[in-house]
């Protein structure tokens, strides 16, 4: 019995070694993959806010373009006004309006221009914003998983110290130490009583000794008698 028991603890303490073992080298890796996500997490961030700023320079930079388109438009029209007001010349006038629009013109291109550059920049800000939240849910998923690992590592490791412990442990030298014990108090038993019938049988004797001498006898006690009468003239 005690045999198969010690195997059995060899057992769960090799496995105990065998699940820390394992587990500590995911740990590290899982650490490591922690650390260099947060550091891709950190350069994303920085990229997404990068972008985010080009694409809202060139929103308003477009918006400032169709703006500036409106207003050579408008500036045309108020040349062409006055040219039939007589308040310019109209050749002037015509030249002036035309110098406006071809302004807006280049203005209308620009604007279009800037909106393609900023709906290229938006949709890169909004694909670099998935994948900044997508590194988020991996940290945390990793972290997770590392509370887990750590638990189980000190899980294992509390398993082996424990089987370590009972692995030591000598049954059958316990269950000899613990019949030895049983036959020295049974010894120590026996003794004692023996050493309680003797001095009971020695103070009997006593009691028969004192007994003896301190009842005189019938005869003594006569041959006194007859002398003390003898003093006193009785005989």
């Known amino acids: 019995m005690a045999g198969i028991l010690q195997r059995i603890f060899k057992i769960g303490q090799a496995e105990a070694h065998s699940v820390v073992d394992k587990l500590e080298d995911p740990i590290k890796?899982?650490?490591?993959?922690?650390?260099?996500?947060?550091?891709?997490?950190?350069?994303?961030?920085?990229?997404?806010?990068?972008?985010?700023?080009?694409?809202?320079?060139?929103k308003k930079q477009m918006e400032d373009a169709r703006r500036a388109?409106?207003?050579?438009?408008?500036?045309?029209?108020?040349?062409?006004?006055?040219?039939?007001?007589?308040?310019?010349?109209?050749?002037?006038?015509?030249?002036?309006?035309?110098?406006?629009?071809?302004?807006?013109?280049?203005s209308e291109d620009r604007a279009t221009q800037l909106a393609t550059d900023y709906e290229a920049q938006n949709r890169m800000a909004m694909e670099l914003q998935a994948k900044v939240e997508q590194l988020k849910k991996q940290i945390t998923t990793y972290e997770n998983e590392l509370i887990t690992l750590k638990a189980r590592a000190k899980t294992a490791q509390s398993m082996r110290k424990i089987n370590q412990q009972?692995?030591?442990?000598?049954?059958?030298?316990?269950?000899?130490?613990?019949?030895?014990?049983?036959?020295?108090?049974?010894?120590?038993?026996?003794?004692?009583?023996?050493?309680?019938?003797?001095?009971?049988?020695?103070?009997?004797?006593?009691?028969?000794?004192?007994?003896?001498?301190?009842?005189?006898?019938?005869?003594s006690a006569m041959l006194e008698l007859e002398e003390l009468k003898k003093k006193v003239g009785l005989v």
């Open 69 to 106: 388109a409106k207003d050579y438009e408008r500036k045309a029209m108020l040349i062409l006004e006055k040219a039939k007001k007589g308040e310019l010349d109209p050749q002037d006038a015509e030249h002036l309006a035309m110098e406006a629009l071809t302004r807006k013109q280049e």
């Open 29 to 58: 890796l899982t650490e490591q993959g922690i650390r260099d996500l947060k550091k891709d997490l950190s350069v994303a961030m920085q990229s997404l806010a990068e972008v985010k700023a080009l694409a809202i320079r060139l």
């Open 166 to 219: 009972l692995a030591k442990v000598d049954s059958s030298s316990t269950l000899a130490m613990l019949e030895r014990m049983k036959q020295k108090v049974a010894e120590e038993e026996s003794l004692a009583e023996a050493y309680g019938n003797v001095a009971a049988e020695t103070a009997s004797v006593d009691q028969k000794i004192d007994r003896a001498l301190a009842t005189p006898s019938s005869s």
